[in-house]
């Protein structure tokens, strides 16, 4: 599966930005999809996912209740909707899909196969 990741820009913090990932290939319902983000620095680290088994939601407490992640197969999107926006969300966000599996750990990156181009988001105090 191919993803590209889109949406990112620059807001101020409060404020909101919906991601979008758009898949080609094989449809993201066929794995499970997740967001990571790498700040300047950094290591990339886990933002949420969405299971393939049950489209079970999972979040990093830093982002829980702001931001929202959910896909919509028959477009074969994935969307990530961050609310309440801090300078501290700033960083490339990547999208990526991991293949089915019963005991993955998808709050690893390692787990990922697929892996969309990042989009940079900025939130100015």
């Known amino acids: 599966v191919q993803l590209q990741a889109s949406g990112g820009g620059l807001v101020q913090a409060g404020g909101s930005l919906r991601l979008s990932c758009a898949a080609s290939g094989r449809t993201v319902s066929s794995y499970t999809m997740g967001w990571f983000r790498q700040a300047p620095g950094k290591e990339r680290e886990f933002v949420c996912f969405?299971?393939?088994?049950?489209?079970?939601?999972y979040y990093a407490e830093s982002v829980k209740g702001r931001f929202t992640i959910s896909r919509d197969n028959a477009e074969n999107m994935v969307y990530l909707q961050m609310t309440s926006l801090k300078p501290e969300d700033t960083a490339v966000y990547f999208c990526?899909?991991?293949?089915?599996?019963?005991?993955?750990?998808?709050?690893?990156?390692?787990?990922?196969?697929?892996w969309g181009q990042g989009t940079q988001v900025t939130v100015s105090s």
């Open positions: 990526a899909a991991a293949s089915i599996s019963y005991s993955a750990n998808y709050y690893s990156p390692s787990v990922y196969n697929y």
């Open positions: 969405i299971s393939w088994r049950d489209d079970t939601t």
